[in-house]
C-alpha cells in the first residue's frame, strides 16, 4: 500500500492561484476517489479551488530487478489511494541553495515513476471533457522533476485544461544501453526514461477521463530535454496516437548536438561505466547503490538517447523526411540569450571576428556579414545571437522547417525577449542577472503562471504588471493551442520562403525568424559539438 515518505517534507506548499502564489494544503478531498486501472485514488482540494492529485503510480517502481527494465504495470490495490503529496524525483545529482531555479530540495529514490494531476475546480461538464496538458520536465535528460515548483499545474489547470505532470528515470538509470542489457531486451536497450515517458501517456489514454481529461485531446509541453523528449516521441511509432498537439520549449534533437546514437556506441559507453564501477556484469551493476552509480557515471562520457531500433527507429530529421512522424500541430521555439555552446569571451569587435574565424573557418566572412557588429557592445551582442543560433536555434529551425515540409499539420514558432525584473542586489551561484538577459527557462513561469515560484523561499524577481500581463498572454495562447489547435488570430504559421514567429516580449507581434538565411552557414561547425561530454552540454539556468 501507499509508502508515506515522512523522512524529508515534501511540498506541502504548492503553488496555486492564477499566478502561482503559495498556500499551505488544505487536506479537503477532491471530490468522490476517482477509479483508475489500478484501484481507487483519492485527491485533495487546494484553497484555489483546483483539485489535485499527487504522487499517482502510473508504473511499477523500476528497483531492485527492475532497474535497467521496461516501465511494468503497477499492481492493483484496494482500498483508496491517498494521492495527497508528490513523489520522490527520481535519484539525480543535487543542487545546492544557491543557484536561480532553487525550490528546496525534494526527497530522491529509485522509486519514481509517479504523475501530478492538477483538474479545474468544477467537475467537467456533462459529455465536454477538458483538454489535457501533459508536462515533461527538462535537465538534459540527467536531472528533473515532475513536482518543481515552477511546473506547478494549478494555474493552468485553474483556467480550464487538465495537467499532468509526469516523471521518468534519468542519468545512467534513465538511459543506459549496454550489450547484456540488449540481450534481455531482445535486441534493444537504453532509452529508459523515453519509455517512462511513453508509460505515462498510456496511463493518460486509459485513467485521465475520470479526472476529467479528454484523451483525444492531450498536448504535450517540454522545456529543454522535454522539448527534446517531445519531438523523439513526435518521431517515434511507439508514442503513435498518445498525443494530438505538441509544445516545444528551446530543444530539439535534430542535428548532432546531443543527437541519438547508435546502439552499438552506446553499449560501448554502458561497458565503460561498467568498468569504472568495477562491476563483473549488468546483474553486479544492479547491486551497485544508486547514489555511488550516479557519482561514478559523472565521470565516464555518455550520451543519453539511443538510437535502439524499438523506441527510435531512426533519427528524427529520416523519420520527418520519411513522412513517418506523429503529424500533429507544432508549437515551438527559444529565448533571445540561450546556448548550448560557447565561442569564448568576447571583450571587443577584434574578439569577435577572432572568434568566428576559429570556430567557423570556412564560412567565416559570410557569418561576420549576416552576424555584423561595428561597436564592442554590437560585438558582444552578435556573439550572443550566434551562439543561440549554432544550437538551440538551429534546432528549432530545422524541427520547425520538418514539419512544415514533410507533415500537414501547420508550426506555430515564438522568440521570447523578456528580461526578467531582478531584485537589486541578488544573486546566484550559477547565474548572474547583469547579464543572463532572457536565459533558457526563463520563459517557463511565464507559459505556465507560476512567476512566484522564482521568490518562494527569498524574493529574486520584482514582478510587474507587464510580467503578469505577459505571463497572461502566454498562458491563453497556451490554453487556445490546447483547446483548438491554434494559439491566437496573431500568430503567423511558419512558411520555409518567408519563416516568422511570434514575439514575446515588448512590443510583441510577428517578426522575421532572426538570422534564418544565415542557419546553414552554422551547420559545417555544429559537428564537433555532439562528442561533447553531457555536463559540459547542460546550460545552467
Request: charged share 20%.
Amino acid at each position: 500500500m501507499r509508502r508515506f515518505w515522512t523522512a524529508v517534507a515534501l511540498s506541502l506548499a504548492l503553488l496555486i492561484g492564477d499566478r502561482g502564489a503559495q498556500a499551505q494544503v488544505v487536506e479537503r478531498p477532491a471530490g468522490p476517489p476517482v477509479q483508475t486501472d489500478a484501484g481507487l485514488v483519492g485527491g485533495i482540494t487546494l484553497p484555489s479551488g483546483v483539485r489535485s492529485w499527487l504522487g499517482v503510480p502510473f508504473a511499477a517502481p523500476p528497483v531492485r530487478d527492475l532497474r535497467w527494465r521496461d516501465p511494468r504495470p503497477h499492481e492493483g490495490w484496494t482500498g483508496v489511494w491517498n494521492a495527497d503529496r508528490f513523489a520522490p524525483e527520481c535519484i539525480q545529482p543535487l543542487r545546492g541553495r544557491s543557484i536561480n531555479h532553487y525550490f528546496g530540495e525534494e526527497a530522491t529514490s529509485e522509486d519514481c515513476l509517479y504523475l501530478n494531476i492538477w483538474a479545474p475546480p468544477e467537475p467537467a461538464p456533462a459529455g465536454k471533457p477538458y483538454p489535457v496538458i501533459a508536462w515533461i520536465y527538462g535537465g538534459a535528460f540527467n536531472v528533473g522533476s515532475a513536482s518543481m515548483a515552477n511546473y506547478s499545474g494549478a494555474p493552468l489547470a485553474a483556467k480550464g485544461v487538465v495537467y499532468v505532470a509526469i516523471a521518468y528515470r534519468v542519468g545512467p538509470l534513465g538511459f543506459l544501453a549496454h550489450p547484456d542489457l540488449t540481450v534481455e531486451g531482445a535486441g534493444h536497450s537504453g532509452n529508459y526514461g523515453l519509455k517512462d515517458q511513453i508509460a505515462g501517456l498510456r496511463w493518460i489514454q486509459r485513467n485521465i477521463a475520470g479526472f476529467g481529461g479528454d484523451p483525444g485531446e492531450v498536448t504535450l509541453v517540454g522545456q529543454s530535454a522535454g522539448s527534446m523528449s517531445i519531438s523523439l516521441l513526435q518521431s517515434s511509432p511507439a508514442a503513435r496516437g498518445l498525443f494530438h498537439r505538441v509544445v516545444g520549449m528551446s530543444g530539439a534533437s535534430f542535428g548532432d548536438l546531443m543527437a541519438p546514437v547508435p546502439l552499438a556506441q552506446a553499449e560501448q559507453e554502458g561497458r565503460a561505466l561498467q568498468q569504472a564501477l568495477g562491476a563483473s556484469s549488468i546483474e553486479a551493476m544492479r547491486d551497485v547503490p544508486a547514489d555511488r552509480l550516479i557519482s561514478v557515471a559523472a565521470t565516464v562520457p555518455r550520451r543519453p538517447v539511443v538510437l535502439d531500433g524499438q523506441i527510435l527507429q531512426s533519427l528524427p530529421a529520416a523519420s520527418f523526411a520519411a513522412g513517418q512522424q506523429n503529424d500533429v500541430p507544432a508549437m515551438i521555439g527559444f529565448t533571445r540569450d540561450e546556448s548550448f555552446r560557447a565561442l569564448g569571451p568576447v571583450n571587443s569587435m577584434a574578439d569577435y571576428a577572432a572568434a568566428v574565424r576559429k570556430a567557423f573557418p570556412e564560412t567565416a566572412a559570410q557569418i561576420l556579414t549576416h552576424y555584423s557588429a561595428k561597436t564592442d557592445e554590437a560585438a558582444r551582442r552578435a556573439l550572443r545571437d550566434l551562439q543561440r543560433d549554432a544550437s538551440v536555434g538551429m534546432q528549432m529551425a530545422d524541427w520547425a522547417k520538418a514539419q512544415a515540409t514533410y507533415g500537414k499539420a501547420p508550426v506555430y514558432p515564438f522568440f521570447f525577449t523578456r528580461v526578467h525584473p531582478y531584485r537589486p542586489g541578488v544573486t546566484f551561484a550559477d547565474h548572474d542577472p547583469a547579464t543572463v538577459g532572457a536565459y533558457h527557462t526563463g520563459d517557463v513561469p511565464y507559459w505556465l503562471g507560476t512567476l512566484d515560484s522564482l521568490n518562494r523561499f527569498r524574493v529574486t524577481r520584482d514582478w510587474t504588471a507587464q510580467d503578469h500581463a505577459l505571463s497572461d498572454a502566454m498562458m491563453a495562447a497556451l490554453l487556445s493551442f490546447a483547446r483548438t489547435g491554434q494559439p491566437g488570430a496573431d500568430w503567423p504559421t511558419f512558411q520555409v520562403k518567408r519563416p516568422q514567429m511570434r514575439l514575446l516580449g515588448d512590443p510583441g507581434g510577428a517578426i522575421d525568424w532572426p538570422h534564418y538565411a544565415a542557419l546553414p552557414l552554422l551547420k559545417a561547425a555544429a559537428a564537433p559539438q555532439s562528442a561533447a561530454p553531457l555536463d559540459r552540454l547542460r546550460v545552467r539556468d
